[in-house]
């Protein structure tokens, strides 16, 4: 079954997983299998007036809709291109006196959307909305509230006079969103911005260890091949970081998409030796000192968390240092926890501008990352373009463009040569090429010289530490 530019793909049942994605032809890694615009999406309800409601792109100045005062665009290109989606939302929200939330607001553009098109099949999708799977019957008693909450609120908005819905198909839009919106990234993939329905998407099935990634790219998601895929191969995603062990990913699969996790590496616990890795040799620790040393960790997780929340960044770097100082003799060098400790460290160190420390933990944690994750991750591209930037600053110029170089080879596979990362990573990899030749013909000339360009600061200080990780591919309430 193909439609509109989904020719390389069909959907397929898979046993014991309901439909799935399967390849109509071969791929090789980097390969974009198809690329989908949103059937509705939304801005998160705390960015609506940084981020365009368009394109999804951050913005310094943005243009206000006149009508409804709640939308933002980048310029009239972009308002007018949303005119067909935002038209009823812009009048209901008059009439409501207030936006609702991202979830209300997404059901509403969904329905508004059949009720101009019909809830057949859309150009372009393999299956329609009313197909999609939602698991209501699968709520717990607090996500049964929270759906009644959410349908209360979705009938005080949706206007009188449009084509009005059952309670049971309302249920049914919520709880598509609830298991099916995938979230969608600023221009540089650094920062959720928003939430999205795609149906071809939601076809994928998961595994742990798959053999696509996604990525939002250009106002559309890009499904791209991360192995080389045969024709008749099932095409997955991983709906989940893959930095946990087996039985924890299985939980938070579980409590989330409401599948038991049958992939081989959850089967076989692939990498959880790895990931639960206790110092080897003569002084090999006690079970009962690993379990202290753990616990350690969890509670040292929660206070930097609470720590970051309120913004005492040198308070962070204590506990961090004061944790390593506890796991470094008790847990091996890819130990889940241990890696946790130095990927923080390294990032509050960098922004607080301690770039020699910071850059020792950055390359600890990439070495680290490197063992456990499948070499075309987009993590572990990002977190090694991360460390490169870091050892830059550093004055490691050798070290910093060796992983400059290996990011720029990973985010070339995950999200393309087109991608807004991919060319600012790319400009800083000619940028350390040519400085670490200068570094080999004269050391003295290259610091001078790098001390003058550091002034003009070429390459970006690192952000303020966000308490996000890198937006996961699929949005869900917590």
């Known amino acids: 079954m193909t439609k509109g530019g989904m020719e390389s793909v069909e959907v397929f049942t898979s046993e014991g997983k309901g439909r799935g994605l399967k390849a109509q032809k071969e791929f090789l890694p980097g390969d974009v299998i198809f690329a989908e615009p949103a059937y509705a999406a939304v801005v998160f309800d705390s960015l609506t007036h940084v981020v365009c409601h368009t394109c999804f792109k951050r913005q310094e100045r943005l243009h206000r809709c006149g009508q409804c005062k709640f939308a933002y665009y980048c310029d009239r290109t972009c308002q007018r291109a949303a005119w067909l ?67 209360e609120s979705f009938l005080e908005f949706w206007p009188p006079q449009s084509q009005q819905f059952g309670m049971q198909y309302i249920s049914h839009i919520f709880g598509v969103i609830n298991c099916n919106a995938f979230t969608l990234s600023d221009q540089r993939g650094l920062q959720a911005v928003g939430v999205g329905i795609f149906p071809n998407l939601c076809q994928a099935n998961h595994d742990c260890w798959p053999n696509c990634t996604v990525i939002f790219n250009n106002g559309k998601i890009e499904l791209r091949a991360l192995s080389k895929i045969s024709p008749g191969d099932e095409l997955t995603v991983s709906y989940v970081d893959f930095l946990n062990v087996s039985e924890e990913r299985r939980r938070q699969l579980k409590k989330q998409y409401y599948f038991d996790c049958t992939c081989e590496h959850c089967k076989k616990q692939i990498k959880d030796d790895l990931m639960l890795a206790v110092k080897e040799g003569d002084n090999k620790p006690s079970a009962e000192t690993v379990k202290e040393v753990i616990q350690f960790s969890k509670d040292t997780l ?8 309120e913004g005492v960044y040198h308070e962070v770097v204590k506990l961090c240092r004061d944790c390593l100082k506890k796991q470094e003799p008790v847990l091996g060098d890819t130990n889940l926890y241990l890696l946790r400790i130095l990927s923080i460290a390294s990032e509050v160190l960098s922004y607080l501008q301690m770039f020699e420390e910071a850059a020792d933990y950055a ?11 499948h070499p075309n991750n987009a993590q572990l591209g990002m977190a090694v373009m991360r460390a490169g930037v870091t050892h830059w600053h550093a004055g490691l110029i050798e070290a910093g463009h060796g992983m400059i170089c290996k990011a720029y080879a990973i985010l070339l596979i995950t999200h393309g040569p087109s991608h807004p990362i991919t060319k600012d990573l790319e400009v800083m990899r000619v940028q350390t090429e040519m400085e670490l030749r200068m570094f080999k013909q004269n050391e003295f000339m290259y610091y001078k010289m790098r001390e003058a360009a550091l002034k003009n600061q070429k390459i970006q200080v690192m952000p303020e530490p966000s308490n996000e990780t890198a937006p996961s591919l699929f949005h869900k309430k917590e």
């Open 302 to 309: 929660e206070k930097i968390n609470k720590a970051r929340l």
């Open 85 to 151: 989606n935002h038209k009823n939302e812009c009048s209901a929200i008059k009439r409501h006196g207030k936006a609702p939330t991202e979830n209300i607001r997404l059901a509403a553009r969904i329905m508004w959307k059949m009720e101009r098109e019909g809830s057949g099949l859309s150009e372009g999708c393999l299956v329609s909305i009313d197909d999609l799977q939602n698991h209501v019957e699968n709520f717990g008693e607090e996500e049964k509230k929270d759906l009644r909450v959410d349908v």
């Open 363 to 373: 390359k600890r944690m990439v070495d680290g990352y490197m063992k456990i994750y």
